[in-house]
């Protein structure tokens, strides 16, 4: 038996300022002690530094998540049959993948049971987004929750309060002590909260770019590599794809305006684009991770099917009615929340879109009201933009960038001033973009570009 009672969380601030490693008895007292108010935040503010700087290995990696994941409750999905798959993005623009992957993988017989996050700062959240439709409510009972999933293949909820409770601590520390892009604390925040949600298989879009916090590829990977073998450690298989985030994924931006976007998608009308490319994508390693194919390529055949046959749409639609909603809005998108005004925003110059800055355009529907800086705020859901043009698309002179979706008017100057900082038109136009990266499983690894 170890004898906890004995630490010091001085000793083992030093240890790791000295770069050595936690056992799990320090990790354990350090995650208890601080949940339950008997560890300061100065002392756990420079333990999250000396992490960031010394970095940790992939043991101690692995005992800080189930530390974490024991600070709160853990979801029991044993009464859903089938082995439960989870997605989770790194954190986008644009991206409702979401919206059209857990439909698509639960008709093709996978069950998703997801809990999903509101928002915050430059990125969009799935459960502002599904609250943009009339009616739909996200929190449901348990027993409510898993009957749904039971009924109709998938349920997408609000986290739960209780769920990993150490990371919300630990999360708004890090905000605020620099200490958030640190790979072992971002992969055992993300891993916590998706163990302790149930999920017996996992994939993770772990994206690069000018939108995501990990900008560069090397980075990505590491950081997929890392959560892969924490998912292999504790007994979630684990898939990550390494996509990019030079540009918003889809369209839209902002929440009902992506819910459009993700239903013409799912109705084959929308853009051939990456957002419909990346959802097919993490649709076939989920119906993959849950057993419902033998390779990839079969999973990928599967989701197609599933989206051109409508059988993706339809899951949707009674997802909605299930959780409350107006499932009519799948076949009328007017349904859905509309801004007062469309107002565009033109090119000041001819030339080739040569980079756009994503996480400026995040900042810009946030402007617009789409999202929010702190927890507390109300944000307008029909509020927003859609990119006219894309990465390399050539444009002239008073060509239409983006329109704007706004309610109120007096925001279109910000919104517009900081848009065109966003996006650089230059006089060459520059080669492909490449949407995948490469993949990570616990069998190893592909590089695609
Ligand atoms: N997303 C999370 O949930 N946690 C992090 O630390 C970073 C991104
Ligand atoms: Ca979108």
């Known amino acids: 038996?170890?004898?906890?009672?004995?630490?010091?969380?001085?000793?083992?601030?030093?240890?790791?300022?000295?770069?050595?490693?936690?056992?799990?008895?320090?990790?354990?007292?350090?995650?208890?002690?601080?949940?339950k108010g008997q560890i300061p935040d100065y002392q756990a503010a420079a333990l999250l530094m000396a992490i960031y700087l010394k970095g940790m290995d992939s043991r101690e990696t692995a005992d800080l998540t189930m530390a974490m994941v024991e600070s709160g409750d853990r979801v029991d999905l044993t009464a859903i049959k089938g082995i439960k798959v989870d997605k989770h993005s790194t954190g986008g623009v644009?991206?409702?993948?979401?919206?059209?992957?857990?439909?698509?993988v639960a008709a093709c017989g996978v069950p998703v049971a997801k809990m999903s996050g509101r928002g915050l700062g430059h990125t969009g959240g799935t459960l502002?987004?599904?609250?943009?439709?009339?009616?739909?409510?996200?929190?449901?009972?348990?027993?409510?929750?898993?009957?749904?999933?039971?009924k109709v293949g998938l349920a997408v909820i609000g986290q739960s309060k209780g769920l990993v409770p150490a990371d919300s601590l630990l999360y708004a520390l890090r905000d605020v002590t620099a200490t958030v892009a640190s790979l072992p604390l971002i992969a055992s925040s993300i891993m916590s909260k998706k163990i302790a949600a149930g999920a017996g298989g996992l994939v993770l879009d772990v994206k690069t770019g000018s939108g995501a916090f990990m900008e560069t590829?090397?980075?990505?990977?590491?950081?997929?590599?890392?959560?892969?073998?924490?998912?292999?450690?504790?007994?979630?298989?684990?898939?990550?794809?390494?996509?990019?985030?030079?540009?918003?994924?889809?369209?839209?931006?902002g929440n009902a305006l992506e819910v459009k976007e993700a239903i013409s998608i799912l109705r084959g009308l929308g853009e051939e684009g990456p957002l419909k490319a990346v959802s097919l994508l993490l649709a076939a390693h989920m119906i993959y991770t849950g057993a419902g194919c033998t390779a990839i390529d079969e999973g990928k055949a599967m989701a197609?099917?599933?989206?051109?046959?409508?059988?993706?749409?339809?899951?949707?639609?009674?997802?909605?009615?299930?959780?409350?909603?107006?499932a009519r809005v799948v076949d009328d998108i007017?349904?859905?929340?509309?801004?007062?005004?469309?107002?565009?925003?033109?090119?000041?110059?001819?030339?080739?879109?040569?980079?756009?800055?994503?996480?400026?355009?995040?900042?810009?529907?946030s402007i617009l009201g789409a999202g929010r800086t702190r927890k507390d705020?109300?944000?307008?859901?029909?509020?927003?933009?859609?990119?006219?043009?894309?990465?390399?698309?050539?444009?002239?002179?008073?060509?239409?960038?983006?329109?704007?979706?706004?309610?109120?008017?007096?925001?279109?100057?910000?919104?517009?001033?900081l848009f065109k900082r966003a996006i650089r038109i230059g006089a060459k136009a520059s080669g492909p973009c490449p949407l995948v990266y490469g993949t990570v499983t616990r069998e190893g690894e592909k590089h695609f570009s």
Not at 139 to 144: P, R
């Open 128 to 150: 502002d987004k599904l609250e943009s439709i009339p009616g739909f409510r996200t929190e449901l009972s348990k027993a409510d929750f898993i009957a749904a999933v039971n």
């Open 217 to 253: 590829r090397e980075d990505a990977f590491d950081l997929a590599r890392e959560m892969v073998k924490i998912g292999e450690r504790l007994a979630m298989n684990t898939t990550a794809i390494i996509t990019d985030m030079n540009q918003p994924l889809g369209l839209a931006v």
């Open 1 to 35: 038996m170890v004898k906890i009672e004995r630490l010091r969380t001085v000793d083992i601030i030093s240890k790791k300022r000295d770069g050595e490693s936690l056992s799990k008895a320090e990790i354990d007292f350090f995650i208890d002690g601080y949940v």
């Open 304 to 326: 197609k099917d599933a989206l051109e046959s409508g059988r993706g749409l339809d899951k949707l639609a009674e997802m909605i009615r299930v959780q409350g909603g107006d």
């Open 377 to 417: 705020q109300k944000i307008d859901p029909a509020v927003g933009l859609v990119l006219k043009k894309r990465l390399g698309d050539k444009v002239k002179k008073g060509e239409e960038l983006a329109l704007f979706h706004l309610n109120d008017r007096d925001r279109f100057d910000q919104a517009q001033d």
């Open 334 to 365: 007017s349904l859905l929340p509309q801004a007062k005004h469309i107002m565009p925003v033109t090119a000041d110059m001819e030339g080739y879109i040569a980079s756009i800055d994503t996480e400026m355009v995040g900042t810009v529907a």
């Open 94 to 104: 644009g991206d409702t993948t979401t919206l059209i992957v857990a439909p698509l």
